[in-house]
């Protein structure tokens, strides 16, 4: 269900930011929350959009100015 998932989701934002404060480093030991839709970290995602089937360099994303 999108709503659970959105409310959980802002729970671990919550309880991140509660944990390691505002201005908190993410580190491979402080992990941030991946956010809703993306893919699991070192899955062979694509580092631009998140998504799995091409690399950077060929995303379809348009890029961000």
């Given at each position: 269900?999108?709503?659970?998932?959105?409310?959980?989701?802002?729970?671990?934002?919550?309880q991140w930011f509660?944990?390691?404060?505002q201005n908190g480093r993410v580190t491979e030991f402080t992990p941030f929350p991946l956010r809703l839709?993306?893919?699991?970290?070192c899955s062979g995602e694509c580092f631009k959009c998140?998504?799995?089937?091409?690399?950077?360099?060929?995303c379809p994303a348009p890029e961000m100015s």
């Open positions: 269900n999108m709503a659970e998932g959105r409310i959980a989701y802002e729970e671990q934002i919550r509660m944990t390691h404060g839709g993306s893919a699991m970290v998140s998504a799995h089937g091409h690399i950077t360099v060929m």
